[in-house]
Structures are given as C-alpha cells and as structure tokens.
Nanobody, 122 residues
Framework: VQLQASGGGLVQAGGSLRLSCAASGRTFSSYAMGWFRQAPGKERKFVAAINRGGRITSYADPVKARSTISRDNAKNTVYLEMNSLKPEDTAVYYC????????????????WGQGTLVTVSS
C-alpha cells in the first residue's frame, strides 16, 4: 500500500482544514487507517483512527472535540477534518495503515504516508 497525504498548509488559529490520504492498491478496505502528527523536535503521536468499515473511530484527547476522521473505501481515501485549530496543532501530519489493533501506537502501523505540514499561526 502506498499512501499520499495532502491538504496541509498555513491556517490561522481558529480556522479549519481537511487532510486527505489517498491509497493505492486494492486492499485499502482491509486496513484500519489513522493519522499521526509530529511537531518539531518531538515524537510522532496518535491523532485519530478509523476501522475498516468506517463505523468505529478513536481520537487523541487534544483533538477529540474538534476533529472528525472518515473514509471512503470506494475512493481509497481517508480524511481528517479539524476545526478550531490552535498553534499547538502545528505539525507534520502522517496518514497510516494499521497492521494490528493498538491504534495509539506507531508500532501498529505497517505503512506510512509521506506527511503533510500543517502550520497554525496565532
């Protein structure tokens, strides 16, 4: 599986954005998918995940109230919509497919996208 993330950019605090991650291959619907982010000088952290069918989602506490993860298996694409953005949301955002069920751990990821930079200005 190859993953191509897009949709990052410069956003003012309080704004919104939608990230997309397009997957190649025929097995997209076989994988749970997720988003992680990595701020400068910090470790990569879990943001959100969605199961194969798109009915079960999970979020990290810092984004839970203002984020929505979704997927379109017909388009082989997973999305992350974030609202009320804060400067602390500034990071490179990575989409990921999971090889195991601990969605919170980077060790559960079997494929990574290349990352898309989100910068939130105050």
């Amino acid at each position: 599986v190859q993953l191509q993330a897009s949709g990052g950019g410069l956003v003012q605090a309080g704004g919104s954005l939608r990230l997309s991650c397009a997957a190649s291959g025929r097995t997209f619907s076989s994988y749970a998918m997720g988003w992680f982010r990595q701020a400068p000088g910090k470790e990569r952290k879990f943001v959100a995940a969605i199961n194969r069918g798109g009915r079960i989602t999970s979020y990290a506490d810092p984004v839970k109230a203002r984020s929505t993860i979704s997927r379109d298996n017909a388009k082989n694409t997973v999305y992350l919509e974030m609202n009320s953005l804060k400067p602390e949301d500034t990071a490179v955002y990575y989409c990921a497919s999971y090889g195991s069920s601990n969605y919170f751990s980077t060790e559960s990821v079997n494929y990574w996208g290349q990352g898309t930079l989100v910068t939130v200005s105050s």
